[in-house]
């Protein structure tokens, strides 16, 4: 059956509680809000390094994705919201050690403004459960 | 897969670049990002201040989900675009929640950005999935 939808909240996630769900789960995707470099207390983390920031959001989207029964290496994309643009090289070697050679689309954007005071980095991403995307030859 | 269909709904804004407002593939529907225009008058001045804009932004939304036997309960995951994000995050999200039923908030994504088409204050694009 189709359009079959669930709903997924984890606590103190993204410290913007009211906005929107953590995650909505529809078939066989998972889209995340985004998220930004929060602890589980929702406090900012590493203010001022945007690689450490980075590394604490996806593992925000880890703990979203694995109550579904993710990982952050089922994600199809990632969208990088980034307050200064030249942090883009700042980001590669956490996204390596993350990823190693699995390779979700991933952009990456400069914006001027993002929610959590002192962000330098949001993360937006969409999973795909594993299986049901072919790999094409 | 059945292939993608490129919808363009009559009674939705005209379009101010090339692009459908809506493409479809196996009932997930992907809606362009409209900004605040009213159909029927797309010349009109824009509606002042960010309540005003982001209402029919999400009006322009649901006609075009309307147009494809959908709703806005349909959202799974929205992105909002803010040209003045300090002061206008606040006022957007008490309209933005007003469209949603409680539990049923799409995941969302939010950010400022320099500029939006027309000098707008918001754009907002969706995904949903027809049920």
């Known amino acids: ?137 | 897969m059945d292939a993608p269909l490129f919808h363009m709904i009559a009674a939705a804004p005209e379009p101010v670049a090339p692009y459908s407002h809506a493409v479809e593939v196996d009932g997930w529907l992907f809606l362009t990002g409209q900004i605040p225009a009213e159909a029927g008058a797309d010349e009109a001045p824009l509606a002042a201040g960010i309540e005003a804009q982001t209402r029919r932004v999400l009006d322009n939304l649901n006609i075009v989900l309307v147009g494809l036997r959908a709703g806005l309960e349909h959202v799974v995951s929205a992105r909002v675009f803010l040209t003045d994000f300090e002061r206008d995050y606040q006022a957007m999200n008490r309209v933005y929640a007003e469209y949603f039923p409680a539990d049923r908030l799409p995941a969302r994504t939010c950010v400022g950005v320099t500029h939006l088409a027309r000098g707008c204050l918001v754009e907002i694009d969706l995904i949903a999935r027809r049920a």
Not at chain 1, 13 to 28: I, L, N, P, Q, T
Not at chain 1, 54 to 61: G, L, R, T
Not at chain 1, 81 to 96: F, G, M, Q, T
């Open chain 1, 1 to 137: 059956m189709r359009g079959v939808r669930q709903d997924i909240s984890v606590p103190e996630c993204d410290g913007r509680a009211g906005e929107g769900a953590d995650a909505v789960r529809c078939d066989d995707f998972v889209f995340l809000s985004s998220v930004g470099p929060l602890d589980e207390d929702g406090r900012l983390v590493s203010e001022g390094d945007v690689a450490a920031q980075y590394h604490q959001a996806c593992e925000n989207i880890e703990r979203v994705l694995r109550t579904t029964r993710l990982e952050l290496t089922n994600a199809a994309s990632l969208t990088v919201y980034l307050r200064d643009i030249n942090d883009c090289n700042k980001i590669e070697p956490v996204k390596r050690a993350f990823f190693g050679s699995v390779r979700p689309a991933h952009t990456v954007c400069g914006v001027a403004a993002l929610a959590v005071p002192g962000a330098l980095i949001e993360v937006q991403a969409v999973a795909c459960k594993p299986g049901s995307a072919k790999l094409i030859p």
